[in-house]
Nanobody, 125 residues
Framework: QLQASGGGLVQAGGSLRLSCAAS????????MGWFRRFPGKEREREGV??????????FYAEVVEGRFTIYRDNAKNAVILQMNSLKPEDTAVYYC??????????????????WGQGTQVTVSS
């Protein structure tokens, strides 16, 4: 089970830190990803960042590269998405997901087995 938290309202240029806490198994047993759904696009989830269980490889969508950082907090059995220099276009519902294996296609949502509830991120201009 995944529990996402840390969303909120922030001004452009600000920062937020999202946390995805796993229960039942250690989060290091999974490849973990963050996706987001934009307002008005209820059926689409865009890949944001992912960290693989093997070797800890990390991946970022081009639009967040250099601004967002994904890492594991093993003490809390969680995966963190540190979001800096936020822009209004980052406004979305953010979801965390877990895959039992390293996804062959990092942004393919059907490669992820478990999903948390979304957390709203709103960036004002």
């Amino acid at each position: 089970q995944l529990q996402a938290s840390g969303g909120g309202l922030v001004q452009a240029g600000g920062s937020l830190r999202l946390s995805c806490a796993a229960s039942g198994r250690t989060s290091t047993s999974y490849s973990m990803g963050w996706f987001r759904r934009f307002p008005g696009k209820e059926r689409e989830r865009e890949g944001v960042s992912s960290i693989y269980r093997t070797h800890g490889y990390t991946f970022y969508a081009e639009v967040v590269e250099g601004r967002f950082t994904i890492y594991r907090d093993n003490a809390k059995n969680a995966v963190i998405l540190q979001m800096n220099s936020l822009k209004p276009e980052d406004t979305a519902v953010y979801y965390c997901a877990a895959a039992q294996h390293d996804p062959r296609l990092v942004w393919a949502t059907d490669e992820y087995d478990h999903w948390g509830q979304g957390t709203q991120v709103t960036v004002s201009s």
